[in-house]
């Protein structure tokens, strides 16, 4: 089939409810008389169209709409709230895991020794063992 020819299903359905005008509906006849597909598929539809406008005709109860609507509104919050089941153990478990880890990682921080001798760092500000900070005034003596 060629690229310019346009059988979709949109122009198909027009073509069969009588909604194209005189002119394309032409165009379209000289389309599915050079294509077979086009045809049968037309011919489907055709089909189709025919067994559906046979069915008899329902009419919906006064609270369709309500029910439904009802309906969904359920399954919507039962699917929240199932949510919320499923993934609570998975938060509990994500939580677990993180302290389990901080917790292996202290561990082996502490069970680390220290190769050298550590000398303690002197804060700006404070004394250490009677020894005057070299910078900043004297504390004053009563």
């Known amino acids: 089939m060629p690229a310019t020819q346009d059988t979709s299903a949109e122009r198909m359905t027009a073509y069969l409810d009588a909604e194209l005008p005189a002119d394309e509906a032409a165009e379209f006849e000289e389309q599915l008389a050079l294509d077979p597909e086009a045809r049968s598929e037309v011919e489907m539809l055709r089909k189709m169209m025919s067994l559906v406008s046979s ?26 709230a199932n949510w919320g089941l499923v993934s ?39 004394h250490e063992a009677g020894k005057m900070p070299s910078s900043g005034p004297a504390p004053v003596e009563p």
Not at 90 to 119: C, D, H, N, W
Request: glycine share 4%.
């Open 55 to 80: 069915l008899p005709e329902v009419e919906a109860p006064p609270d369709f709409a309500e029910k439904v609507s009802r309906r969904v509104r359920r399954r919507q919050a039962f699917t929240e």
């Open 88 to 126: 609570l153990p998975f938060q509990v478990l994500s939580i677990v895991v993180i302290l389990v880890v901080a917790a292996l990682y202290m561990m082996a921080q502490l069970e680390q020794r220290p190769t050298g001798k550590m000398e303690r760092e002197a804060i700006p500000g404070t």
